[in-house]
């Protein structure tokens, strides 16, 4: 089956800890996506990957980072930085940054501070 | 930059009964909008697709409208059931990401 898979389900932090959270895709494509979700909100856009080795800032990047070394993965750590990491994190991908299709999602991680 | 707005924020209704959500956004510079559902707790599945240079798209009991220019979409579901019951999140394309409303949560009664 093709689609999105996000590791783990659930996650705890404690203070001071950095945790890496996982998105694989086997849909072959090329801009990938990372998203907070909070209750009651829509989505913001945290870090977007359009090729493998280059990935832009979104809106909400302070206390996350991200890497892309492969076209199918691409993880996003929590910071101690981040000060309010208590969310719901959804990865998505489509063909094209900016093209046409529509963005496929993965399944989400729920993170919780300890 | 790029403002989407939901209305309502939340909606019950009984079954049968057709409704509309609204969607606006303050830039009419998109290269679509997007119709998402999203279930308590999982990731969004995508219901209907319209590009900028479309009116309308339509799937099963789902319509979904776009007037660019005055910056509104509608999604129109047809004889509601239990199951529509989730969070529909509109999304619009203006850049290389997508930007979203906060939703409108529906409730579908029996």
């Known amino acids: 089956d093709g689609g999105i898979t996000q590791s783990p389900k659930y996650l705890f932090r404690k203070e001071g800890q950095n945790v890496t959270l996982s998105c694989e895709q086997n849909?072959?494509?090329?801009?990938m996506y990372w998203y907070r979700q909070d209750p009651g909100q829509g989505l913001r856009l945290i870090y977007y990957?359009?090729?493998?080795?280059?990935?832009q800032k979104g809106d909400i990047a302070e206390g996350y980072s991200v890497s892309r070394e492969k076209k199918e993965s691409f993880p996003l750590t929590v910071t101690s930085a981040q000060k309010n990491p208590t969310a719901f994190y959804l990865c998505?991908?489509?063909?094209?940054?900016?093209?046409?299709?529509?963005?496929?999602f993965g399944p989400g991680t729920r993170l919780l501070v300890l | 930059k790029q403002e989407v707005t939901q209305i309502p924020a939340a909606l019950s209704v009984p079954e049968g009964e057709n409704l509309v959500l609204n969607c606006s956004f303050t830039d009419s510079a998109i290269y679509n909008l997007q119709w998402f559902r999203q279930d308590p707790g999982k990731g969004l599945t995508s219901l209907l697709l319209?590009?900028?240079?479309?009116r309308e798209q339509t799937s099963g009991r789902l319509n979904a409208s776009l007037d660019k220019s005055s910056g509104r979409s509608t999604l129109y579901i047809a004889a509601s059931q239990p199951g529509d019951s989730a969070t529909y999140l509109c999304?619009?394309?203006?850049?290389?990401?997508?930007?979203f409303g906060k939703g409108t949560s529906l409730l579908v009664t029996p």
């Open positions: 319209i590009q900028s240079s479309q």
């Open positions: 999304a619009v394309l203006s850049g290389y990401a997508l930007n």
């Open positions: 990957s359009q090729i493998v080795n280059d990935f």
């Open positions: 849909l072959n494509h090329d801009a």
């Open positions: 998505a991908s489509n063909a094209l940054a900016g093209g046409q299709e529509t963005q496929y």
